[in-house]
């Protein structure tokens, strides 16, 4: 009888133990004001900022050098965010890029844990911290080929193969560069991708007006809109990751394939 | 001495091959056991016929990949002209199986030991010639087609780059006071060279396609600089220009890595797309990863009087992938 108390309390103090270290976790999603308003201002951004990203961008956007204790207690460091108008901002919140989870970790697309209008009004707060750029409008229609300055597919695939493959692969499927994961760029909108172009986020250069002009940019978003579905030539893409696996399934798909219709001939032949 | 020696084993093999030909020929006049098999001139022809037009595609390939160089290939024409000479190699082989090699059937599948029957195989297998009568024209076009078909095989190493000119590769368009252009030739200012973001520059008046031309442009905050003391004064404002090769295989640099936060993020490097060699710009492009063995060259910049980014003189070492003694060569304006 003895025992069985003892296995029961054994069970309680594990319980309340694991209740106790629940608790005792940082506060993890986004901090959000108690009486949200429903139409996006540049006030709700402000208290947004100062619960989410305050703690690693520093006190209205003044950036954070060298790691300090923030909000909720996480040390946070981040570079500065005053001028950088509301396109980068817009990019990394909207790709669930921030808030960063860690801050020495590579950002990545993750669920989006803030509604449109608190994305908003955040930008509208970021970019009323300096002038910067505003969210560029790219013009990618389909249907207007011949309107000048909407792009070409032909000249789109020309100018990612020379500035974007290199890291991006020719298909858009991303890949590695040392020190970081390179994204594909299936998902992204075309303001996404003309905002990516323009920052530059994470290791990514940043390519200026002279180096891809507005127009040199639409025809890029054009080829990466068209790598979703890309034409298959040969009828199956094998996930359009270029030749090593084209390769593997050439070495040892077909080719076993091949010699063993050669051996079942054979067999026919010899019986 | 050694030629003697050669000359004595070269008289040796002679004399060898002659006796061994005589007792193989004294052995024709064995016992027959197997009936000789009757000749079959009009297969010959065929084969005959089959090899040439084998050859004819196999030289159609050599002439397709001459006549489009290396930049427009046809591929679907040159994959026609292999796989049709194969094919009709395939179908000479083939006519030669079927007609041209004396078959016999054999009762049991597994003989046991009958010293006639194993007599009667290998008879088989040493007259398996026996019926080709003109064994001579026959060898012949075998020998032709092959040399065809290897010419085709080889062709494609042209495309490798120059076999015996290495001169591209000693040669650099760089010479002090030339400018750096972009791909529409227009000058490059040291004002628009702006940081975190990467150029290709090419020598003015030059031919963009040397392997010693094209150059990559980085911008870095100048205190941030490790450059060797002998290359100081070689990126003004941080301007820094390095070969586009690389020392690895050749390759285009295509890749710049550029943090957006530097004290959380890994730091600026030049990388190769091929096997990733990464290069630090800041400290004269040194190798911090992958498999190149020294660093990018160098071209020393300066900027003049307009403001447009010059030469100031020839790249560090040797531009384009390693090979030996490539440390020690000087690099030849």
């Not at chain 1, 629940?22 to 900022?49: C, F, H, K, M, W």
């Not at chain 1, 996480?74 to 860690?102: C, E, H, N, T």
């Amino acid at each position: 009888m003895i025992r069985w108390r003892r296995i029961a309390l054994v069970l309680v103090v594990m319980i309340l133990g694991s209740v106790a270290i629940a608790e005792a976790q940082p506060p993890s999603g986004i901090v959000r004001p108690t009486q949200e308003p429903s139409t996006p201002s540049v006030q709700l951004g402000a208290e947004l900022y100062a619960g989410n990203c305050a703690s690693c961008h520093g006190i209205a956007g003044s950036g954070i050098s060298s790691p300090r204790p923030g909000s909720g207690n996480i040390a946070g460091q981040g570079p500065s965010l005053r001028g950088v108008g509301a396109s980068a901002p817009d990019f990394y919140l909207r790709l669930g890029l921030m808030p960063l989870s860690k801050a020495d970790r590579e950002p990545q697309t993750e669920r989006v844990q803030l509604s449109d209008t608190e994305i908003r009004s955040l930008v509208a707060y970021v970019a009323s911290l300096g002038a910067g750029p505003p969210i560029p409008h790219p013009d990618v229609r389909v249907a207007g080929e011949s309107v000048k300055g909407s792009g070409t597919l032909q000249e789109g695939l020309q100018l990612f193969t020379e500035h974007c493959a290199g890291c991006h692969q020719i298909v858009g499927r991303g890949g590695f560069a040392t020190g970081a994961r390179v994204p594909p760029l299936q998902g992204l909108t075309p303001t996404e991708i003309a905002e990516a172009v323009r920052i530059g986020p994470y290791l990514m250069p940043r390519f200026s007006k002279t180096q891809i002009s507005d127009a040199q940019l639409n025809s890029i978003i054009k080829y990466v809109l068209s790598t979703r579905n890309p034409v298959n030539h040969g009828g199956w893409g094998i996930g359009n990751l270029g030749p090593i696996p084209e390769g593997i399934i050439v070495w040892w798909v077909a080719i076993p394939l091949v010699i063993a219709v050669c051996m079942i001939l054979a067999k026919r032949l010899g019986s | 001495m050694s030629r003697v020696g050669r000359w004595l084993t070269a008289l040796f093999t002679l004399l060898f091959g002659w006796l061994w030909r005589r007792r193989e020929e004294k052995d024709e006049d064995e016992e027959r056991i197997v009936p000789k098999g009757s000749p079959e001139r009009r297969a010959e022809t065929v084969v005959v016929i089959l090899l040439a037009i084998a050859s004819l595609f196999a030289i159609g390939f050599v002439v397709t990949y001459a006549e489009f160089g290396t930049q427009r290939l046809p591929n679907e024409l040159l994959g026609i002209c292999l796989g049709l000479a194969l094919g009709f190699i395939a179908a000479a082989f083939a006519v030669v199986a079927k007609f041209l090699i004396v078959t016999e059937e054999l009762e049991e599948e597994y003989p046991e030991e009958h010293p006639e029957e194993q007599e009667e195989v290998a008879q088989i297998i040493r007259e398996s010639g026996s019926r080709i009568t003109r064994k001579r024209l026959l060898l012949g076009a075998g020998a032709a087609t092959a040399g065809a078909l290897g010419l085709a095989a080889v062709t494609p190493a042209v495309s490798l780059g120059p076999i015996w000119d290495t001169g591209p590769l000693d040669r650099s368009p760089w010479r002090p006071g030339r400018r750096l252009v972009d791909e529409q030739d227009h000058p490059y200012t040291a004002a628009e060279i702006g940081q975190k973001t990467f150029y290709t520059a090419f020598p003015e008046g030059a031919n963009k396609e040397d392997i010693g031309s094209p150059v990559v442009l980085v911008r870095l905050d100048p205190s941030a600089l490790r450059l060797p003391p002998e290359r100081a004064g070689w990126a003004p404002f941080g301007i820094l220009a390095y070969s586009k090769i690389c020392t690895h295989a050749g390759c285009a640099i295509a890749l710049y890595r550029k943090p957006t936060f530097r004290p959380v993020e890994p730091g600026p490097a030049l990388m190769c797309p091929c096997h990733y060699s990464t290069f630090d710009p800041a400290t004269g492009a040194s190798v911090i990863y992958g498999p190149a063995g020294r660093p990018l060259p160098q071209l020393p910049l300066m900027v003049d009087d307009a403001g447009y980014l010059r030469a100031a003189g020839n790249f560090s070492g040797r531009v384009g992938p390693s090979w030996w003694n490539v440390r020690s060569k000087p690099n030849s304006a």
